[in-house]
């Protein structure tokens, strides 16, 4: 598949039952953890820097992933790191930032270098998160740039894992398609 592409001799890995679009193009070093998928039209470049997804998370149609450069001021530089069970809506930008587990990442997002987003945290659609901002756990994001909106209840953090747990679904149907 040339829509998965090494990078000075690094190939991107895959878990188990990963589905990958064919529009989607991955380069570099790239880890992706066991059922988790990439929708059509991803660019995730791991060229500068390393991109880990983790199990069961979803990167959805035309997000974009990339990472920051090590350099003398920064020496490990940014990479980006997906938990697992995290929902990347449509159109987002995630660059060298870490994004912990049970997130949901609304459309049209952008995260930047150094944000760290806790666990069981929603960011609204069309959010901007700053540079090495943190946001805590338990809360809904949204604002440009972000601003903590308020505690989400019991049913917003269960949605967290069946947004992750649909998505799953959805993509062993398509891997069944391709059988």
């Known amino acids: 598949m040339n829509n998965i592409r090494s990078y000075k001799g690094i190939t991107p890995q895959l878990g188990n039952k990963v589905y990958i679009d064919d529009s989607s193009v991955l380069v570099g070093d790239i880890k992706i953890g066991d059922n988790s998928s990439v ?22 149609d ?3 992933l990339h990472v920051t450069h090590k350099n003398a001021d920064n020496p490990v530089g940014f990479p980006l790191i997906i938990g697992n069970d995290v929902t990347v809506g449509h159109k987002v930008m995630l660059h060298g930032c870490t994004i912990h587990d049970r997130v949901l990442v609304g459309m049209g997002a952008i995260v930047l270098d150094g944000a760290i987003i806790e666990s ?21 994001y949204i604002g440009s740039p972000v601003k903590q909106a308020r505690p989400l209840n019991e049913a917003e953090k269960a949605f967290l894992l069946k947004s992750a747990d649909n998505y799953v679904v959805n993509k062993n149907d398509y891997l069944n398609e391709l059988k």
């Open 39 to 60: 929708w059509p039209l991803v660019a995730a470049r791991g060229d500068v820097n390393h991109i880990h997804i983790g199990e069961r998370t979803n990167i959805q």
């Open 62 to 64: 035309g997000s974009i």
């Open 120 to 140: 069981d945290v929603m960011i609204g659609a069309g959010s901007l998160v700053p540079p090495n901002k943190t946001l805590e756990s338990g809360y809904l």
